[in-house]
């Protein structure tokens, strides 16, 4: 059995580990085995109870990016004392090099670096002084798609694919019904929204548009599922805005959020920047209609009943959008065969990261 490190930010309920976690439920772990190095791993994360009754070792770094030196210490100490043959770094900007280096001066033999971003405001000046030396440390450069390889690398990466299990987000009926009786939805008109409540995610716009929607569908609710450090600031605007019960903040779904794509009837995502969206594909592998920001890459799109709109704030794009969801709304797809045939489909993909790993 081969073990594989993979080093990641979190252990939560977040796009980057929900890819790792698709890819690993369907590899055959009497073959690769998955280890985990949480860069902040501060808390206990969502997944894991679960990784480790699956047999994963996980190690959580007492000293995170932002205290410099002894992050840079505990990194060179870990792989000096943990010997991997093949660590895997999923990344959102060219920062985690320093993962890489210490990997590849402390005796790792196979380093990849993994896009899974496409712009990153924050640290953007340093990623762009530093992503050159990616190349020196990392033996191969993977991305979730072309325009987070162009942002991350100088030079040639490989795509890897952020699939999902396509039968599992199938559109089904009976959730759909059970889910609108419980929450008392059953004569709403539910426009979804599945992120982490943050500034790139831009769930402000989804309150911004909700004047332009009442003028077409008075019984619409904007349903937003995930958890953040905005949520305070988007409940109160929400209620300043006399909208406390028709933008409800539900939290996070658990291992449950699937069901909620079949209670929607379309999904809207302004984000100002993606690498390849989980949500979009898992979306679309329900069949549902989908309208989202164009500041991310075509690529997010396999599916017909999806537009990209502008998120500029103005009065004729917000009136577009609204007149775009209640349109995309009557266009439910009920099959997943686009998202298999784009090569979005788990099944085939893992079978693909396996051949890789093992061939290594």
Not at 72 to 95: P, T
Not at 124 to 138: A, D, P
Not at 224 to 233: A, Q, S, T, V
Request: charged share 25%; hydrophobic share 40%; aromatic share 14%.
């Amino acid at each position: 059995m081969k073990r594989i490190l993979h080093v990641i930010s979190t252990l939560e309920q977040g796009g980057t580990e929900a890819v790792v976690l698709n890819y690993f439920a369907n590899i055959d772990n009497s073959q690769i085995m998955f280890d985990f190095l949480v860069i902040w791993g501060e808390k206990k994360g969502f997944y894991e109870d679960f990784l480790l009754s699956k047999g994963c070792k996980i190690f959580k770094m007492k000293n995170p990016p932002n205290k410099f030196s002894a992050h840079g210490k505990e990194l060179k100490d870990f792989f000096k004392s943990n010997k991997y043959d093949i660590v895997h770094i999923h990344a959102m900007s060219a920062l985690r090099y320093r993962v890489a280096k210490a990997a590849k001066k402390n005796g790792v033999n196979t380093v990849i670096y993994h896009s899974h971003n496409s712009s990153n405001a924050k640290h953007l000046l340093f990623h762009k002084l530093l992503k050159k030396r990616i190349n020196k440390w990392c033996d191969y450069k993977f991305a979730c798609s072309n325009l987070a390889g162009k942002y991350m690398y100088c030079g040639a990466f490989d795509v890897i694919n952020n699939a999902v299990d396509t039968q599992h987000f199938a559109f089904n009926e009976n959730y759909r019904a059970e889910l609108r009786k419980k929450l008392g939805l059953e004569n709403s008109f539910v426009i979804g929204h599945v992120g982490r409540l943050s500034e790139v995610k831009n769930q402000q716009f989804l309150i911004k548009l909700a004047p332009y929607l009442k003028r077409l569908k008075d019984n619409f609710v904007i349903f937003c599922i995930g958890e953040g450090d905005l949520r305070p600031y988007l409940q109160n605007f929400a209620e300043a805005n006399g909208l406390k019960d028709k933008f409800i903040l539900a939290g996070n779904a658990g291992t449950e959020v699937y069901k909620f794509y079949s209670m929607f009837d379309v999904l809207a995502f302004p984000s100002w920047y993606e690498g390849l969206s989980m949500v979009l594909m898992e979306a679309q592998s329900n069949g549902l209609p989908v309208v989202a920001s164009d500041k991310i890459t075509p690529e997010n799109k396999v599916n017909n009943n999806f537009e990209f709109l502008p998120i500029d704030e103005n009065e004729l794009n917000y009136s577009d959008w609204a007149q775009m969801i209640c349109k995309l709304s009557e266009k439910r797809i009920y099959a997943s065969t686009a998202v298999i045939d784009a090569g979005y489909d788990i099944k085939t993909e893992a079978k693909k990261l396996q051949q890789f790993y093992l061939n290594i």
